[in-house]
Every structure is written in C-alpha cells, then in structure tokens.
C-alpha cells in the first residue's frame, strides 16, 4: 500500500510540474480588486454623464420650452389656447360686474321676494367670482401636465439608456471577474500544489543526504580497515586509517553544512 | 371643462425643435460603439469549466502530497529511493 503511494507520489511530483510563485495569487487578487475599482469609476462616470443630461433637460424646459409653451397658449395659437382665453375674458368681465347693481329690484314690494332675489345675485355673484379662478386653475392644471409630460419625453428615454448602459457594463464586468477569479482560483491551486510538492521533495533530499553520509560512514570504515589490515607497519597503517577517517569527517562536516 | 393644449405642445416642440435635438440621448448605433465588445458568453462559461477542473484536480493533488508529507519518513524514503532509481 506505501509503496502504492509512493509511486503515486513519485508519479505526481514528476507530472505535477506546474510552477508558480505565491506572488501570482497576490497579483490575481490586486488584478481582481482593480477590476472592481474600475467597474465602480466606469460606472460613476456613466451616472455623471447621464445626470449631466437630465440636468440640460430641466434647465432647457425651465428656461425655453415652459416660456415658449405658455406663450403659445396665451397667444391662444391652438385651439385650447384660444378657448382658455375666451373664458378668461369671460371670467374677468363677470367679476367685475356689480350683480346688486345690475339687477333692479326698487319696484318689487313683496319683501319676501326682494329676499330671494337679493339671495339669487348673491349666489350668481358668487359662482361668477368663482368663475375666473376655475378657469385659471385649469388653465394651471393642463399647462402642468402638459409640463409634466414633455419632461418625461425628454427623460424617459435619458434613463432609459442609462439603465441599459448600466446593464451592459455590469454584465461585461461580471464576466471579467468570472474569467479572472477563476484564473486566481487555479494559480493558487498551483501555488499549493508547488508549495506541497517542494515540502515532499525537500523531505526526500534530506533523507537521501542522511543516507549518503551513513553510506560514506561505512564506506570510510570499510577503507580504514582495509588499509590497517594491509599495513606492514602498524603505526603506518593506523596513520593511514585516521586519515582515511578525517577526510571521511571533513566530507560529512561539508554535507551537513 | 378642463383645456386641452396639446396643439400648443406640439407646435412649441417644432419651434424648438433643433435645440431639442441637443438634448436627446445618444443613438443605438454610437451606444454600441462605446461599450466594450461582449464576451461570447457560452466560450466563457467552458473556459471557466475547464480552468476549474484543473484548479479541482490541483487541488487534489496538493491534499495527496500533503497527506504523503504527514505519513512520514518511511514512504519519502521509499519515494526518495525511487526517485533516484528514476
């Protein structure tokens, strides 16, 4: 079973040779938030432009299309015009008139009837007086809704087309940041895998050096013997061994720096 | 009975008619040109999948290689030993 993994292990650490540094995972991260910081100005820049509109539209029905409009009507150059000036002529005669004066009721002796109709002037006086403001409040009323109705004209389709710019650009910046968080989730998966795999190789190589110097130890061993057991001259041959062993301590002391 | 001044609206709109113009949005055609090109949506989304699936499978990988590293020094030392047959 070990050694099953061991060759999986061996297998991945040959083919698993992707490589990337941890700094890719850091650049992905800025590259993502950048992004979002430019959808924010991309999209700021777009309400400024399209508010910037909706203000040209209330400065042009403040300052042209109202005073052209009204003066339009007053003129009476349409139909609704002409007939709002009829009315308000009208309106403006009747309340002017003096309804006591106008009616002669001296010779009616029946002050019961002098009554009623003192009661009737007072309520045609009145209605008349009344006259002229409903003329002008509807006169206000239509020049208002016609006011309303051209500036929504003029603004539908300004917020219209800001609502589809708005759309667009969010769509284009969400598949941006589809692309690019994918690009970031699979570098750090590199990174991870490179990381494991460097802890592993590491791990290996201080094993091998642990084995190469037991090797060299025997090795050197071995030689030490061979020259003492060789030697003629003993003291020639033990010289020659502690030799060997220094060298064989000098090489470890090396390897294990 | 209220008034009805469509006819003067109308008649107002042909007067200002050019300055109108100035104040209306911008074509389809240059809305278009302005905004970037759109991504072929479907190409992304498999793109995506794929890049995903590799990220899966490093991700795998990377939990294989840890476990390895947490069984110790006996399979390093075969996998070492192996690797230097290798």
């Known amino acids: 079973m070990k050694l099953k993994l061991a060759c999986a292990t061996t ?36 309400r400024l432009y399209y508010s910037g509109l909706r203000s040209d ?13 009204l003066s339009n009507v007053i003129s009476g150059q349409g139909e609704g015009g002409r007939q709002f000036r009829a009315e308000l002529d009208r309106g403006y005669a009747l309340a002017k008139v003096d309804w006591a004066d106008a009616v002669k009721i001296e010779g009616i002796a029946d002050s019961k009837t002098v009554t009623a109709i003192k009661e009737a002037i007072e309520e045609v006086a009145v209605r008349e007086r009344g006259e002229l403001g409903r003329v002008l409040i509807d006169f206000s009323n239509e020049a208002q809704r016609q006011i309303s109705l051209q500036r ?3 603004l539908d389709p300004i917020e219209a087309q800001e609502a589809f710019v708005l759309r667009e650009l969010r769509a284009g910046y969400a598949d941006l940041l589809a692309g690019s968080s ?6 750090a998966s590199v990174v991870k895998v490179t990381e494991n795999r460097d802890a592993v190789v590491k791990k290996i190589g201080l094993l091998d050096e642990q084995r190469s110097l037991l090797d060299s130890a025997i090795s050197a061993n071995e030689d030490a013997m061979n020259v003492l057991g060789g030697s003629k001259d003993l003291k020639e041959g033990v010289n020659a061994a502690v030799a060997k062993l220094k060298d064989w301590l000098n090489r470890a002391g090396k390897a294990t720096k | 009975m209220g008034f009805n001044f469509d006819e003067e609206a109308n008649l107002t709109n042909q007067q200002l008619a050019e300055e109108l113009a100035k104040i209306t949005p911008m074509t389809v055609d240059e809305i278009n040109a302005l905004l970037p090109r759109k991504a072929d949506k479907q190409r992304l989304q498999q793109l995506i999948e794929i890049v995903s699936k590799a990220e899966s499978e490093n991700k795998k990988i990377a939990a294989l290689t840890t476990n390895i590293g947490e069984l110790g020094g006996v399979v390093v030392k075969v996998v070492g030993a192996l690797l230097k047959v290798v």
């Not at chain 1, 083919?15 to 950048?34: M, Y």
């Not at chain 1, 539209?57 to 409009?69: G, Y």
């Open chain 1, 11 to 46: 297998a991945l650490l040959f083919t698993a040779c992707a490589s990337a540094p941890k700094q890719t995972v850091e650049l992905a991260e800025a590259v993502n938030q950048q992004i979002a910081h430019m959808q924010t100005s991309h999209e700021e820049f777009v």
């Open chain 1, 57 to 69: 539209v209330d400065e042009f029905m403040a300052q042209k299309w109202t005073p052209q409009f």
């Open chain 1, 152 to 154: 929504r004209k003029l």
């Open chain 1, 182 to 187: 994918s690009i970031r989730g699979y570098l």
